[in-house]
């Protein structure tokens, strides 16, 4: 146990692979903190150091030294990580031609973890992606969260968006077919052009003979 009227203590950060020691506060008794790079919204309140505006450079291995009246020096290692909140959380669905929906949920923030719940049932999967079948109803929720919070959203499995690869085969199908209905038109316009002059032609020939006789 700490007696703070008796203890000097310094938090240094560790710099170079660990190898050496960058001068972060001096806590004096516990109630005081003399800053380092000039961070006035660094607090000691009981004993606890308080950064009100954390940095992500505030990330890293720091060592927590208790200096004794005697001389003897204590110390302590410890692992600071600054993360950046979970943002907002979006859920999109895409149908495919292969019977199966393609669920996918995105965020913004540091070293997030994806849960899936379908209809409050939790689903087996991490990922920030997941698979269902065409005809899975009901409502899915996606959880996002990291050490630093934790945010969702739902929503419902009939809310199902066509992809642009799908659209784009989609419309060469359609293009296609109406291509063939042109060219078919087109044959059989011209099939029953050439046999109205096959006939026409057939039917000059004929006539010939009975016009020389007269």
């Not at 710099?15 to 004096?28: A, G, M, R, S, Y």
């Not at 379908?118 to 269902?132: A, K, R, V």
Request: proline share 2%; aromatic share 4%.
């Amino acid at each position: 146990m700490v007696v703070a009227n008796k203890h000097n203590l310094s938090i240094r950060k560790r710099i170079n692979n660990n190898t050496q020691d960058d001068l972060v506060c001096k806590v004096k008794l516990l109630n005081a903190c003399d800053l380092y790079k000039n961070r006035p919204e660094v607090r000691i309140i009981n004993g606890t150091v308080i950064i009100n505006t954390v940095k992500r450079e505030d990330s890293g291995d720091y060592r927590l030294r208790l200096n004794n009246p005697d001389g003897a020096d204590t110390f302590k290692d410890l692992q600071v990580n600054v993360e950046a909140p979970v943002g907002s959380v979006r859920v999109s669905i895409n149908c495919s031609s292969n019977q199966m929906r393609s669920v996918s949920c995105s965020s913004e923030g540091d070293q997030l973890l994806y849960s899936w719940t379908l209809n409050g049932e939790t689903l087996m999967d991490e990922n920030s992606s997941i698979q269902l079948e065409e005809e899975t109803e009901g409502e899915i929720t996606c959880t996002v969260k990291n050490h630093v919070s934790k945010r969702q959203k739902t929503v419902s499995t009939e809310d199902c968006l066509v992809t642009s690869s799908s659209l784009t085969t989609s419309n060469w199908v359609s293009h296609s077919s109406m291509l063939v209905i042109y060219l078919m038109t087109l044959f059989a316009l011209l099939g029953g052009f050439h046999i109205y002059i096959h006939t026409q032609v057939r039917k000059e020939r004929r006539s010939k003979p009975d016009d020389e006789e007269i």
